[in-house]
């Protein structure tokens, strides 16, 4: 079945230092959207990608979208000790067609900042 | 900002027992959907729900799961036998829009523990 993956699993960084996670998709995606899930909260929207080779910046992070429409990454430069969190990235199940929304989740990049 | 509001926070139930777990979605929104992590697992597809009916399942949701919408605001997951496995955190989420690519907003979600 259809997968999306992360890696990596866990990243810990000293405050200040960059980070970066990266998912891909066993297949091709109509869009990909990325979440943040601070400790004990809920998955909170950040961001959609929907174009080929997109690029989209809110701040510090940077988003992704690869031409192939199947990997994608987050970045964040310099990070604070607020960016503390999970972030997952989620795609469209393909499983259907005129799906209707349900979304494939990765594993998650679990993210810890040392102050 | 409209949220999606979810009840209770905490559920805790005997094995076997029956449990429902409420959601009030954003109020203008048309998609529904339920999705479940496990303690430290990434979040998992259930059922999304559409114009007052399932839309798509997951082989996750069995006979022992169902939805519904009982008045106009209310969207409702039942567990009919709660099994120990069913522990997790539940998280209602709801979207605008008729296709895929909507961000979707979640609840704080209602975590079940079963003993």
């Known amino acids: 079945g259809q997968q999306v993956m992360q890696i990596p699993q866990y990243q810990h960084v000293q405050e200040g230092e960059d980070f970066t996670t990266y998912c891909n998709s066993s297949?091709?995606?109509?869009?990909i959207q990325w979440y943040k899930q601070r400790p004990g909260g809920h998955p909170v929207f950040l961001i959609q990608?929907?174009?080929?080779?997109e690029v989209k910046k809110q701040k510090r992070l940077t988003f992704q979208f690869g031409e192939a429409k199947k990997n994608s990454s987050l970045h964040i430069t310099a990070t604070q000790t607020t960016d503390v969190g999970t972030y997952f990235c989620a795609g469209p199940s393909a499983e259907r067609r005129g799906s209707q929304g349900n979304l494939i989740f990765g594993k998650g990049t679990k993210l810890s900042v040392k102050p | 900002e409209p949220e999606v509001t979810q009840t209770p926070s905490h559920q805790v139930t005997q094995m076997g027992q029956e449990v429902i777990l409420r959601c009030v979605p954003i109020?203008?929104?048309?998609?529904f959907y339920w999705y479940r992590q496990i303690l430290g697992q990434k979040v998992e597809f259930l059922v999304s729900f559409y114009n007052n009916e399932i839309s798509e399942k997951s082989e996750i949701f069995d006979d022992q799961f169902s939805v519904e919408r009982p008045d106009g605001s209310n969207f409702t997951l039942k567990i009919r036998s709660t099994k120990l496995e069913d522990s997790a955190m539940y998280f209602c989420?709801?979207?605008?829009?008729?296709?895929?690519?909507?961000?979707?907003?979640f609840g704080d979600g209602t975590r079940l523990s079963i003993l």
């Open positions: 989420a709801s979207s605008p829009g008729t296709s895929s690519n909507q961000p979707q907003h």
């Open positions: 990608l929907v174009k080929s080779g």
């Open positions: 297949t091709t995606l109509s869009n």
């Open positions: 109020s203008n929104h048309l998609y």
